[in-house]
Nanobody
């Protein structure tokens, strides 16, 4: 059975930090974090492939860090510092093979978690 479960969301203050986690039922070659704010389209914010190559959206570079623990099959997203515009539902996604240049393309991923809400207050 394939599943992805996000955790770590909640309410936080701008300027603070947050770590999101995504537990996976199995290992994947490529994984990513996406977010969707109310009234906006889902956007890719960070992706990582099996070789550890990463991609970040320009809007989060320098503040978001994606990493994974292959043994535990957990994907992480560290956010520091938080901004009010980071408020969104955050989703973990995974697939067997996503080319590095398309790690932020939601259409490349077949497996998705249910999401975890992040609310940042200023």
């Amino acid at each position: 059975q394939v599943w992805l479960v996000e955790s770590g969301g909640g309410s936080a203050q701008a300027g603070g930090s947050l770590r999101l986690s995504c537990a996976a039922s199995r290992s994947y070659y490529s994984m990513g974090w996406f977010r969707q704010a109310p009234g906006k389209e889902r956007e890719g914010v960070a992706g990582i492939d099996l070789a550890g190559r990463t991609r970040y959206a320009d809007s989060v570079k320098g503040r978001f860090t994606i990493s994974k623990d292959n043994d535990k099959r957990i994907l992480y997203l560290d956010v520091n510092p938080l901004k009010s515009e980071d408020t969104a539902m955050y989703y973990c996604a995974a697939d067997w093979r996503v080319f590095p240049d398309t790690l932020l393309n939601s259409g490349q991923y077949a497996h998705w978690g249910q999401g975890t809400q992040v609310t940042v207050s200023s």
